[in-house]
């Protein structure tokens, strides 16, 4: 009887996969129509490349403030480029492309999918889409406007913390003592 239960347990372990597949597959494939109806590739592009723009725009600005060398910024400028390759490289969209269609695979079932396909073939998807790049570029902009207003109450709590903790241990060797 064990042994009996055991075969089948086996089986339905290799039988089972071959049954589920092709559902997945099906939505694979639904999934990878969406992104190609959305042009996720080339919008996913763009959003790196403006955000490697923003923040090279920042690194420009902030070495602006300092008085470097020609020997420096060139130095700084061949690490940046290193930089930006590799950037480039780790977020390609052939690295994330599949993760992001796991990822679809587990927020979206078939009809959800089929809806978003509907949904992005529409005028009104179709401009959703083209604003993206132009979205993410203000919600950059924004974010790094409320950062730069940030940074200085940070620097300030960091320093009372500092003094704080210092003050603390301060304490804590005199009573010790």
Sequence with gaps: MKKAFLFLFIQLLI???????????????LIEELLLIMNLDKYYDEIIDQSLSMANEQISKDL?????SENILIIHEKYHEKQRVEILNAFAWEKVKEPLIDMYLELFNKEDIQGLIRFYQSDLGKKAMST????????SLLMQKQSSELMPILRTLNIQKHDEIEAAISQEIKQKQ
């Design 15 to 29: 039988i089972q996969p071959a049954f589920a597949t092709p559902s997945n597959s099906e939505e694979r494939q």
């Design 132 to 139: 993206l790049p132009e979205i993410s570029r203000k919600t």
């Design 64 to 68: 602006d403030k300092k008085e470097l």
